[in-house]
């Protein structure tokens, strides 16, 4: 039979060994949401600004145009540029919904991580 002192002593090992276990898996789990927050973050900036930008300079190419046609083709360019424009905007569209259906998923690190600590820990128990 074990001294109270070695059991006191692995118990307090294996305490000690499990805080520090959950205190990596908590600054990983935070790693990963602040990086996840920047990545959104950034890509809704540069996704409005680009928008923006890109519909003003859009509108205007196509007001140009149908200005400069105005006298014999007015319809036919504003035809073709309201067809154009819908069929960009659907393949947008389109991309967008694929990028978030392929998106990285969230905490998938810490997930997997916790997934390893859990068969590793069910793995000592049964040698037990």
Avoid: C, N
Wanted: aromatic share 6%; proline share 1%; glycine share 8%.
């Amino acid at each position: 039979m074990a001294s109270p002192q070695r059991l006191s002593s692995s118990v307090k090992g294996l305490a000690a060994t499990a805080i520090e276990l959950v205190q990596l898996r908590l600054e990983l789990f935070s790693i990963e949401a602040q990086e996840e927050v920047l990545r959104v973050g950034a890509l809704l900036v540069y996704g409005a600004v680009a928008v923006a930008f890109l519909s003003l300079g859009v509108v205007l190419l196509a007001l140009l145009i149908t200005v400069a046609l105005w006298d014999q083709h007015r319809l036919l360019a504003l035809g073709i540029f309201t067809g154009l424009f819908l069929l960009i905007g659907g393949g947008s569209l389109w991309l967008a919904r694929e990028r978030v259906r392929s998106g990285t998923r969230l905490f998938s690190a810490s997930v997997e991580e916790l997934r390893q600590d859990s068969a590793a820990l069910r793995a000592s128990k049964d040698e037990l």
